[in-house]
């Protein structure tokens, strides 16, 4: 399966059958930096395109509220004025809801961020336990199991800080563009 991944990948980007490109970018972790939540939340609210759409909606509305055949039948005018009414509900509910995702999506990444230094914490106490064992191996305390268990947990602890970072990288994204996050955060 990996080889016809990596055939298919190939003919896309129009590489070699043969050749196994490796990711050689990383992502760096730099924390959120914002002045103001409010601005930031108005900001996406004056951007989003979903918002625009249900603004729209009220100005269609608007010119249908004084037509009262616009259906083909007559259309009373409580029942437009009604229609109204619910149109300007739901830009107010989709600002809402605009506003509360932004807000959450800050919040997240701020808990991502103070979980951050324990994960690098945690690398360096593998890193730490690694050492020690190899040197228990190297006067003969450790067999080779608790060499490779100990590399296999930095490696956990690696992965773990690079999956944080790339998730709050994504994050960071969607906070500035939640309309174009596809989602959620990356996972394993």
């Known amino acids: 399966d990996l080889d016809k991944a990596f055939v298919a990948f190939n003919q896309v980007i129009g590489l070699n059958s043969d050749d196994r490109p490796l990711l050689t970018d990383t992502v760096e972790y730099k924390p959120l ?18 918002v625009w759409l249900a603004e729209q909606n009220v100005n269609m509305q608007e010119y249908l509220k004084d037509m009262a055949f616009y259906t083909g039948s007559y259309r009373p005018y409580e029942i437009r004025q009604k229609e109204m009414e619910q149109v300007q509900l739901d830009v107010a509910s989709t600002k809402k809801a605009t506003e509360q995702a932004t ?29 020690i064992t190899k040197t228990k191996f190297d006067i003969g305390m ?47």
């Open 103 to 131: 807000r959450s999506s800050y919040y997240a990444i701020k808990s991502l961020e103070d979980s951050y230094p324990g994960a690098l914490q945690n690398v360096k106490v593998a890193e730490e336990n690694l050492r």
């Open 142 to 188: 450790a067999t080779v199991a608790d060499v490779a268990s100990m590399e296999k947990a930095l490696a956990d602890a690696q992965y773990t800080v690079f999956q944080m970072t790339v998730n709050h990288e994504y994050m960071k994204l969607a906070f500035h563009k939640p309309w174009a996050a596809s989602g959620g955060a990356v996972s394993e």
């Open 33 to 50: 930096e914002i002045k103001s939540l409010d601005y930031e939340v108005a900001s996406v609210l004056e951007n989003s395109p979903t």
